[in-house]
């Protein structure tokens, strides 16, 4: 994946997936992810969101997009 592309960095800490981004705005992500992919958002801050995918498959169907790097192997702590 070209990293240039990638809007948005995905993390998962041990209690919730994490997205950040410094290109496109949290407030929007937040109301993407909690409409079109019926997540829980858990709390929204300047850069980042951290939410609960409800449905099976929402993390590699958001993915699959190209805008989201997959950073889920990195340790974050929140």
């Not at 990293?3 to 800490?13: D, V």
């Not at 995918?53 to 190209?66: E, F, H, R, V």
């Amino acid at each position: 994946m070209n990293q240039e592309n990638c809007q948005m960095s995905l993390f998962k800490n041990s209690k919730c997936y994490v997205i950040v981004s410094f290109k496109r705005s949290i407030k929007k992500i937040a109301s993407r992810l909690k409409d079109h992919y019926a997540c829980e958002i858990l709390e929204c801050n300047r850069d980042a969101v951290s939410f609960l995918p409800s449905k099976a498959g929402t993390i590699q169907q958001m993915l699959a997009s190209g805008k989201i790097q997959d950073c889920t192997g990195q340790n974050l702590k929140i």
